[in-house]
C-alpha cells in the first residue's frame, strides 16, 4: 500500500474533522431541557439542513440516518482505496444480507429492516436471489448468498444464518485488513473478534450447555484460541480473568466485567467495548497521513451519532442527565 496516496484525502479528513461535535456542545445538549431544545442546539452544526425536515422532533432518526449516510459517500469519494471505507461500511451490506436470506426464507417483507448503507445493491441482490437461477459468485456478497442458498437453511435455521453471515463477515474484515497490509487495521479487527466472542461466550452462558455449539458460535481470527472459550463454559468469568487476561482489551474490559458480574447486564459491556475501538481510532491522531485518518474519522461520526441517538432518546422518556452521562460514548474530539 502506498501511503503517499492519502496525503491529500487525510488532508480534507482533518478539515471536516473540525466539524464534529466537542465536549461543550455535547455537554449543552446533555442539559437541554426537552428533545425541541436539543435539536434547536444543532441549528449550527452539519445536522441542520436534516433537522430542519423533520416534521415532528420523533423523527429524529431520519436526520441521524441522513448524515451517516452523507458521511460514508463523501469518505467513499475521496479515498484513493474504497477497501478502508468498506471496514466500517460492511457491517451494514452484511446485516442485509442476514435482513435478506431470512426475508426469502420465511416469505415476509423486511423493507423497513434494510440499512440504506454498504456498498451491495440490495435490490439487485434480491432479484438474483428470488430469481431461482444459479447465483454466481461475481463478488463477495453474491458468493455469501451463493453459499448460504447451497446449505439450504430451513425455517428452524434461523440462528444458523445469523452464525453464517457473521462469520463471512469476519472473514471479509480480516482480509481487507491484512490487503491494506496495515498492523493497526489488523488489531483492529482482531479486537472487534475478542469483544464479539467474549460477549457470545457470557450470552451462551445463561442458557447453553453445549461445549460443540459454542464453538460454532465463536469466530475465528481474534488474539484468544477458540478453544480457551469451552474451558470458560462452565466456569465463572470475572473481572480478573485468565481468558482475556493477556489480551489487548483487558484493561477496558476490567470494569465491565466487574459491572457484569454484580448485575447480570452487559451494558457496561457495550460502552467499554465501543470506548476502547475508540481508543484504537484516536491512534491514528498521531498519523500525518495513511488510510487510518480515514478510518478515524467514520468511528468518530458513527460514535457522534450514537450519542446524539442516546441523548434524543432519553430527552423523549424524560431522564436525567446523570443518566445521559453513564452511557455516552467516549467521543474523538
Partial sequence: ?????????????RVIEKRLLDKVQLDRLIEASDINEALNFLSDSVYQPYINKLERPEDYEKALASELKNSYDYMYSISPMHEVI????????????????????????????YIDLGKANVNELKVKLNS??????????????????????????????DLFIDTKYFEEMM?????????FFIQYVEDLIDFTNIRTLLRYKRKGDSPEYLSKL?????TISKDKYKD???????????????????????????????????????????????????????ITYGPEVLFAYLV????????????FISKLNGLSSEFIRERLRDSYV
Avoid at 468518530?300 to 450514537?306: H, N, V
Fill in 300 to 311: 468518530a461520526k458513527e460514535t457522534e451519532i450514537k450519542n446524539l441517538r442516546i441523548i
Fill in 86 to 113: 468498506d471496514l466500517m461500511a460492511y457491517k451494514y451490506d452484511y446485516h442485509n444480507l442476514k435482513v435478506m436470506l431470512k426475508e426469502n426464507l420465511y416469505n415476509y417483507n423486511a423493507d423497513g429492516m
Fill in 218 to 222: 465463536i469466530i475465528d481470527g481474534g
Fill in 232 to 286: 470458560y463454559l462452565h466456569q465463572e468469568i470475572d473481572e480478573n480473568s485468565n481468558l482475556f487476561k493477556s489480551s489487548r482489551i483487558y484493561y477496558n474490559l476490567k470494569d465491565a466485567m466487574a459491572e457484569y458480574g454484580n448485575t447480570g447486564n452487559l451494558s457496561k459491556f457495550e460502552k467499554q467495548m465501543d470506548d476502547y475501538l475508540m481508543e484504537k481510532a484516536k491512534e491514528a491522531k498521531k
Fill in 132 to 161: 431461482g437461477e444459479k447465483i454466481m459468485a461475481d463478488d463477495i456478497f453474491s458468493g455469501s448468498i451463493r453459499e448460504a442458498v447451497d446449505k439450504e437453511f430451513t425455517k428452524d435455521d434461523s440462528q444458523d444464518i
Fill in 175 to 183: 482480509r481487507l485488513a491484512k490487503e491494506l497490509d496495515s498492523e
Fill in 1 to 13: 500500500m502506498d501511503r503517499q496516496k492519502f496525503i491529500q484525502s487525510s488532508t480534507t479528513t
